[in-house]
């Protein structure tokens, strides 16, 4: 079973940067393609970036140009950098493999961002 560790988060005013950690166990991370989420108050949890075992990334629209995913395979963890923030980026933010979240498998806690404007 998948056991995820994020941190990183904090409360950051407009404009300023973060960057989120999550480190990854219970899995061949190397294989995985792995993604950031988040989830702010009342909504669905959405996927913002995510990044394949061979290093493509991909990202939504709303975080494109101001965040960046990537992966340290040795070190089992995976990393958001996220520049330019903007309240509406206010979210608890989780990592995950893309095939466990398919497959329904466990989050973890999550690490929460708050940008105040």
């Known amino acids: 079973q998948v056991q995820l560790v994020e941190s990183g988060g904090g409360l950051v005013q407009a404009g300023g940067s973060l960057r989120l950690s999550c480190a990854a166990s219970g899995i061949i991370f190397s294989i995985h393609a792995m993604g950031w989420y988040r989830q702010a108050p009342g909504k669905q949890r959405e996927l913002v970036a995510h990044?394949?075992?061979?290093?493509?990334?991909n990202y939504a629209d709303s975080v494109k140009g101001r965040f960046t995913i990537s992966r340290d395979n040795a070190k089992n963890t995976v990393y958001l950098q996220m520049n330019s923030l903007k309240p509406e980026d206010t979210a608890v933010y989780y990592c995950n493999s893309l095939s466990v979240v398919a497959t329904g498998g466990s989050w973890g806690q999550g690490t929460q961002v708050t940008v105040s404007s």
């Open positions: 990044i394949t075992a061979g290093g493509s990334t």
